[in-house]
């Protein structure tokens, strides 16, 4: 060992086996709230191991602490992680680890050094710049696309459910990555652009993703490391050890262009890897937690029918959530759900045939949960996908069967819970979820609506100014924002397509005209399909005031091809009405199906053989059902039958 620090005398120490692991000092912070020192692990080609000191942490100085040769016979790849632990991966792809404690190494149960922990991980021996450790103990891997997470419970010693799964895909751009403070990632472009990411593990999802002001001073085409907080270290070409420190509060995220030289003669090491709890950030970054979940009121009933028999799911005044169903000849049945919930989503077709699936979001930790009717008429459990939302969520089911997830929670930054962005979850082919990633810039207060069209997704949300923004999303692409639609009032629009396949948005908004009032419009997507028009159609007005028809709207097409809309006006009462024609911009009058008991929750429409069927709830929470058969002349008005089913 002849190199890498100022002259000083090196103690050789320690016996250690075969692999991994120190600890060190206690550690806080980054640029400035980091330990006494900074503790760098090296394997040199001649497989000893060594232990350097770097007190120089907190300013980037060249200074050191001393260096203790602590192990030898070390071959494959070596990364060190939290709290002294270090990991071997041997040739043979055995993943080991081993803890130093500052003085000698740790025994495990049996009275060895080491323990293995996993089998196959030998690629990493060749690709050793695509295996990091954050500070919380996260393991990431870069696999071909695929930004893989994988932790181990040191306690339990066994991995953490969800070990191994895919955060993302994308990532064949960069060539190696580097972990810092808890969820923190770089990774590193062919230019040696450094590109900077957050991943929450506890909300799964991308606190922020690939921000570019934050890309464009250090770059480096060499090895990297980092003692955690957002500290950074990179062996340059020419043996230079260069230390800098990033922040995402910084105009351009790192402390200087160049960084800062604390070392020479660090060119020759297999392998140089830091303890990455050695520093902490110096401001605590905004994460996804305890989100300001929203009490949504009362939303459309979830109308699910998969095998003939009808469920309606409805979140009740009290959060409750259950399932009324159709009980053989015995009549209606609701069974609840355990927890409490902010709302229901819109329903899809599940992964098997037969079945159906539905999603919400937990009023007290924010988390989307899925659940699959079967075609046994039995629930398959939730599922969570976790996320810290605020709002129920809106599911979409792919053309290649997949599905993706889209809510509305919190903006990743420090200025509070109130910057509603819309996040998107995708699921892989495998079944297995992708990471939560943002994808809105607008300020939007309630669930989006939905709909697929070949392999494009359309989201429609309403934002704080009362308008909806349209994005697009076509494949595996981010959605991007089209447009903005004219003010609105209703919460939610209600998207459908006709039989060309054309959109159409139908909600609710002003009618042109001084004291015109309120009024159902559907706003059609152009020949196009590159927006929406600019014109509204107003269907009539509802009987009464002329602002009555203020509330959520639902809307269904018709097998001939008239368009269908309900809603429950503000006196109370359920109305429905059709188009005269399919294609046809003329509407039939409102035509008021039920009685005049006091309704006040949304409306749901579904075609259920060769009906038209309407489910409404009143404020007293007794649930009914307005049915018409579907002529196939569409310009036939409906004629309605109803009854109360609970």
Known sequence: MTKKLRPLALSAALTASVVTALTAGAGTASAGLCGPVANIFTVQADGDLWHYRHSGVRDGSFSWAGATQVGWGWGGKTFAGPNGWLFNITTGGELRRLRYNGSGWDTFPGGGQYDTIGWGWEKFVQDRSKITIDSDGSIYTLEGDQLRWWFFDHQQRAWAPGSGRVLDTGWGRFDAIVASGQGSIKGRDDRGVLHHFRYDRVSERFALYETWQHNLTWTTHTRLLSAGGDVYYTVLGDGRLVWNSYSEYWSDGWKTSAGSTVGTGWGTDVDVTATTSDCKYESL????????????????????????????????????????????????????????????????????????????????????????LGANGQWQGFQSLKGAMRVAPALVRRQDGTLVVYAMGDHASDRGPYEGQLYYRKQLPNGDFLAWKRFSSGLVVETPSVITRGDEVTIVARTVSNWNTVFRAVGDRVPVEVERTPYVVGPRPKLVKDAQDRIM?????????????????????????SGFESTWTFLPDLPGAPDSESRQVDAVYLPNGALAVSLTGNGGKVYVTTSKGAGS???????????????????????????????????????????????QDPAAALSFTGRQVA
């Open 505 to 529: 948005i139908v909600d609710v908004g002003w009618r042109p005209g001084e004291s015109a009032g309120l009024g159902v419009f559907v706003l059609k997507e152009k020949v196009d399909r």
């Open 585 to 631: 911009t003329e509407f039939h009058p409102w035509q008021q199906v039920s009685g005049d008991g006091e309704f006040t929750e949304p409306t749901s429409t579904r075609m259920v053989n060769g009906s038209l069927s309407v489910a409404a709830v009143t404020s007293g929470g007794s649930y009914f059902l307005y049915e018409a058969s579907v002529s």
């Open 285 to 372: 970054y905004w994460t996804p937690r305890n989100p300001v979940v929203q009490d949504q009121g009362a939303m459309p009933i979830s109308y699910l029918n998969p095998s003939g028999t009808r469920h309606l799911v409805r979140v009740t005044p009290d959060n409750g959530l259950t399932d009324l169903h159709e009980v053989g000849t015995e009549g209606w049945s609701a069974q609840p759900f355990g927890g409490t919930f902010t709302g229901v989503s819109n329903v899809v077709a599940g992964e098997a045939p037969g079945t159906e699936m539905i999603g919400a979001t937990q009023l007290q930790t924010g988390d989307v949960v899925l659940n699959t």
